[in-house]
C-alpha cells in the first residue's frame, strides 16, 4: 500500500481543512470530524507500512503527527477559529496582545468579583449561566465574522474574548469542584 493512495492530492504542508476534506470554514460537523479522524489515522498508521521498511514507516509517522495536529485544531470552535483566522492572514497573537475592549474587560471584572463572593453552588450556576449565553453570543458573533463576512480581522477580537470566557470558565470549573470537596 502507498501513503500516497491513502490522502491524495494532499501533502503535509496542505492546510488541515484540506487534509481532512472539508471547507476552510468555521461551521463544522463535529461527528464528521471525528470519523475522518478515525479513518485518515487507521490508513496512515505506521504499522501498516512495517513491510515497505523504516523510511515507509517514518513517512507514516509523520502523516499520522499532521493528522493528529489537525484534528486538535479543527475539533474545538476556539481553535478552529484562530485557525482561519491564521489562514486569513490575521493571527491572533494572544500571548503578545492583550489589549480587550472596555466593556468587555469590565464586564471579566464583575465576573470575577461574582467567582469571588460566591458562596454557595446556586451563585455559581448564575454566574455560569451568564457566562454561557454570553460566550454562545460571541460563538455565533465569531462564526458569522468568519463563514459569512470573512472578516478575519473582526473575528481575531472574538477569538480573544473567547479564549478570556475559556479560561473564566476553567476558574468558575475548580470553584464548583472546591464546593463539591
Known sequence: ?????????????????????????????RAALDARWKDLQREAHPDKFAAQGAAAQRVAMQWSVRINEAYQRLKTPLSRAAYLCELGGAPVNAHSNTAMPGAFL???????????????????????????????????????????????????????????IEKFVHDLDLAFDKLET
Open 1 to 29: 500500500m502507498r501513503l500516497w493512495r491513502v490522502v491524495p492530492r494532499v501533502n503535509l504542508q496542505s492546510t488541515d481543512f484540506e487534509l481532512f476534506g472539508v471547507p476552510p470554514q468555521f461551521a463544522q460537523d
Open 106 to 164: 469590565m464586564q471579566q471584572m464583575q465576573w470575577r468579583e461574582g467567582l469571588d463572593e460566591a458562596q454557595d453552588t446556586q451563585a455559581l450556576q448564575t454566574l455560569r449561566d451568564n457566562v454561557d449565553t454570553v460566550q454562545r453570543d460571541v460563538l455565533a458573533t465569531c462564526a458569522r465574522q468568519l463563514d459569512e463576512q470573512h472578516d478575519y480581522s473582526a473575528a481575531v477580537q472574538s477569538v480573544r474574548s473567547l479564549m478570556f
